[in-house]
């Protein structure tokens, strides 16, 4: 079931600001102080510069493929899937990261306000209030807690949390800056310096650390296909919620750095003795103990509503990723009345507790989750200036001369910090690395065979997709018989729309030719004839392929050298009538030794594609041939209104326990590869011939797989073939390359 667009653009906006705002920077602040003293602040500012350029591409992407999964759609729409598979691997687990780090941060937090109360009311804290065990027990139950919540209902970021601090931060900048209007410029001199107390490496290193800080508008991006006018509302809610908080963020800085330092320190040696708390000592330095309370309470809630945006965006990453097969399909189970996709709520959940307990230092969890984003970041801002060239991004004519300018910017700097990053913290770059090898693992392993099929079938019911990866598919058609032209480029056109890709008629004329002076040898007068009724018939269809006219020896081995020269992607032979028990001995030699897919049509003369309605597809072993059936059956689909069906012939002896699971699995087979609702049919019979002739009479279309053994083996099997002559209509034999 497809999830619902429910969220508004303030909804969408909560999603952001809730992310953003408090919870990095009261967790991180004091990190990068500690690092950089007073000019952290510009490493906030810098990484404010890079986050609205990064939040651009995001725009555009969102606005041409307003769907959910963020940076693992826009990759797998522009790149491969399994590029689409490392990118969403990583941004999965940068949004449990982001998790790790605001359920710490709002544990250290909860602690702390704990620790305050039981001063003030007993005169002392005891030591179990600040055992790790009380830390993963704080941070593990908000977890559960946002996780049940998000299980019922989708809304916006938490939106009372976040309607809370900000709140609660105005009033800290309005009192900060009250406070500061009465203070000397002198003593504002002094605070502030040294201004650059760790130097240029200093300012890397906090932008480093606190690049997550300003991670969450790219949540939006994550659920846009919950999102109404997606749009509009996507691109636009993206970059309120990164004005609205740098807008809190500089001038709240500004105000700890030096309001919230007593005279003899500074705000570098401050944060080295309090860096998970900084803020909250800073802030009570200057306001007193309201003023600690009010940060306090901030600090909450901002690490609960970024918690509860990360929880958020994690689920809806992993189910676009499930819906694609690139994670397991269990994960695609939704809710039937929300569509909320309860199953992959509830596993990033899991992982993210599991991580809580792995991984309970604060910065290590910043610094893994900062570098990860800037890996996303950088993969994003190469795919729009992928997209933008390939000229498949709405709104925008880009050209060659015109290059986007903007998302190079991005590349250089978030790949450029993304590498620092993972030198300065080495703990980082180990636990993504461990991350990635489970990765690739998992999806070469079990997963690449489904997706790659789910991958072909988004190709052919969305040719742009193959447009945005760089690629013009040729499809090569050997041909002799113009009558068979129309149908056989009508097939072609299916394989390779003509949008996107090309087909190339081929005229072998074969054997040596006489040439003799004023004569026109006979051969290239009668290929002459096939090539202009074959165009003719073409052309009346709205159809136009190319031609080449060749002389060969022998035209088996010239096809082969066609193909491999124009480096066609599938080859598309025509069989006729098939009326014999035998297949033309050199098709078996053809198919071992071509390097592409080929596509064998068995009709009649009059036999026209446009026609098909009802197809039928045999299944029996596994096979390689998947992903080209997913691609022809999408594109069949997409051009036709065909209904197709697929069968399995069992043996008599059957159990009807075994074939309710052969159905069940054939149901997610079909599901896999076709567009619409497809028939499954699992019949007994001693004969898979007769089994499948008994519903071939009713269909116009039948579709088999054959395989490659080697080179130089028999292809086409007996079975295959006697198939193919038992059908009334039209036979298609297809057969994937490697």
């Known amino acids: 079931m497809?999830?619902?667009?429910?969220?508004?653009?303030?909804?969408a906006t909560g999603i952001g600001v809730g992310a953003i705002v408090g919870g990095g920077i009261l967790a991180l602040a004091g990190i990068a102080f500690s690092k950089a003293g007073p000019s952290a602040i510009i490493a906030f500012a810098l990484?404010?510069?890079?986050?609205?350029?990064?939040?651009?591409?995001?725009a555009e992407m969102s606005r041409s493929f307003p769907e959910s999964g963020g940076v693992y759609t826009f990759t797998k729409k522009v790149f491969s899937v399994r590029a689409a598979?490392?990118?969403?691997?990583?941004?999965?687990?940068?949004?449990?990261?982001?998790?790790?780090?605001?359920?710490?941060?709002?544990?250290?937090?909860?602690?702390?306000?704990?620790?305050?109360?039981?001063?003030?009311?007993?005169?002392?804290?005891?030591?179990?209030?600040?055992?790790?065990?009380?830390?993963?027990?704080?941070?593990?139950g908000a977890t559960i807690f946002y996780t049940i919540r998000l299980g019922r209902k989708t809304g916006g970021g938490g939106q009372w949390e976040t309607l809370g601090k900000i709140i609660i931060f105005s009033l800290l900048i309005l009192s900060g800056l009250f406070f500061l209007s009465r203070q000397p410029k002198e003593v504002v001199q002094i605070k502030l310096s040294p201004f650059f107390g760790g130097g240029i490496l200093g300012i890397l290193q906090a932008m480093g650390f606190t690049f997550i800080t300003l991670q969450g508008f790219d949540l939006i991006a994550a659920v846009a296909g919950e999102v109404k006018k997606p749009e509009q509302n996507v691109p636009r809610s993206m970059y309120l919620s990164l004005g609205i908080a740098l807008f809190l963020y500089l001038p709240f800085l500004f105000i700890i750095a030096i309001a919230g330092v007593h005279p003899g320190q500074t705000i570098m040696s401050m944060s080295l003795m309090h860096r998970e708390t900084v803020v909250a000592v800073a802030v009570r330095n200057y306001l007193g103990e309201p003023g600690y309370w009010l940060i306090i309470i901030a600090a909450i809630l901002s690490m609960?509503?970024?918690?509860?945006?990360?929880?958020?965006?994690?689920?809806?990453?992993?189910?676009?990723?499930?819906?694609?097969?690139?994670?397991?399909?269990?994960?695609?189970?939704?809710?039937?009345?929300?569509?909320?996709?309860?199953?992959?709520?509830?596993?990033?959940?899991?992982i993210l507790i599991i991580s809580l307990v792995t991984i309970s230092d604060l910065p290590i969890a910043g610094a893994s989750a900062s570098l990860v984003f800037l890996i996303s970041f950088?993969?994003?801002?190469?795919?729009?200036?992928?997209?933008?060239?390939?000229?498949?991004?709405?709104?925008r004519a880009v050209t060659k001369s015109r290059f986007p300018v903007m998302p190079l910017i991005g590349v250089i700097f978030c790949g450029s910090l993304a590498i620092f990053q993972g030198i300065n913290v080495p703990d980082a770059g180990k636990i993504i690395s461990i991350w990635l090898a489970i990765g690739f693992i998992l999806y070469f392993a079990i997963l690449s065979g489904r997706a790659e099929v789910v991958d072909a079938l988004g190709e052919a019911r969305d040719p742009r997709i193959v447009r945005l990866?760089?690629?013009?598919?040729?499809?090569?058609?050997?041909?002799?018989?113009?009558?068979?032209?129309?149908?056989?480029v009508e097939l072609a056109n299916a394989l390779s729309p003509s949008q996107v890709g090309r087909a190339l008629?081929?005229?072998?004329?074969?054997?040596?030719i006489e040439w003799e002076s004023g004569h026109t040898p006979p051969q290239l007068i009668a290929t002459q004839e096939v090539l202009r009724d074959a165009l003719t018939a073409s052309f009346c269809s709205a159809l136009s392929p190319e031609a080449l006219i060749t002389v060969a020896r022998d035209q088996w081995s010239e096809i082969i050298r066609v193909a491999q020269i124009h480096r066609c992607e599938s080859l598309l032979i025509g069989l006729g009538d098939?009326?014999?028990?035998?297949?033309?001995?050199?098709?078996?030699?053809?198919?071992?030794?071509v390097g592409c897919d080929i596509v064998f049509l068995k009709s009649s003369h009059d036999w026209q594609l446009s026609k098909v309605k009802r197809i039928l597809v045999p299944v029996g072993g596994k096979g390689n041939h998947d992903e080209l059936r997913a691609r022809l059956l999408g594109s069949l689909c997409r051009s036709f209104d065909c209904q197709v069906t697929f069968l399995r012939v069992v043996s008599p002896q059957t159990t009807d326990k075994d074939i309710r699971m052969i159905r069940y699995r054939l149901d997610r087979l079909a599901g896999d590869e076709v567009p619409i609702m497809p028939m499954v049919q699992v019949i007994r019979n001693y004969s898979v011939v007769e089994g499948v002739k008994e519903f071939a009479t009713e269909s116009d279309l039948v579709i088999l797989g054959i395989q490659r053994i080697g080179r130089y083996k028999k292809v086409f099997g007996e079975v295959a073939v006697k198939i193919a002559q038992a059908t009334t209509g039209a036979t298609i034999l297809i057969s994937r390359h490697g």
Not at 319 to 336: E, N
Not at 506 to 512: E, S, Y
């Open 85 to 140: 598979f490392a990118v969403g691997w990583i941004l999965w687990f940068a949004s449990i990261m982001a998790g790790v780090l605001y359920a710490l941060g709002f544990a250290f937090y909860a602690i702390s306000a704990l620790q305050s109360l039981s001063r003030i009311l007993f005169g002392g804290a005891p030591n179990w209030i600040s055992e790790r065990s009380m830390i993963i027990i704080l941070s593990a």
């Open 578 to 593: 098939l009326v014999h028990n035998k297949v033309n001995p050199y098709l078996n030699a053809l198919v071992s030794q």
């Open 378 to 395: 950088t993969l994003v801002n190469l795919t729009t200036i992928m997209a933008s060239l390939r000229g498949g991004l709405q709104g």
């Open 505 to 512: 008629l081929l005229f072998v004329i074969a054997g040596d």
């Open 304 to 350: 609960l509503s970024a918690l509860y945006a990360n929880i958020l965006a994690a689920s809806r990453i992993a189910f676009a990723m499930a819906r694609d097969r690139t994670l397991p399909r269990f994960l695609v189970a939704s809710d039937k009345e929300s569509g909320i996709p309860v199953r992959s709520l509830y596993i990033s959940s899991s």
């Open 469 to 488: 990866r760089g690629r013009s598919p040729l499809v090569l058609i050997p041909l002799a018989n113009p009558y068979r032209a129309k149908a056989m």
């Open 47 to 58: 990484n404010g510069c890079i986050a609205f350029i990064t939040a651009r591409s995001f």
């Open 2 to 11: 497809d999830m619902q667009r429910s969220i508004s653009f303030w909804g």
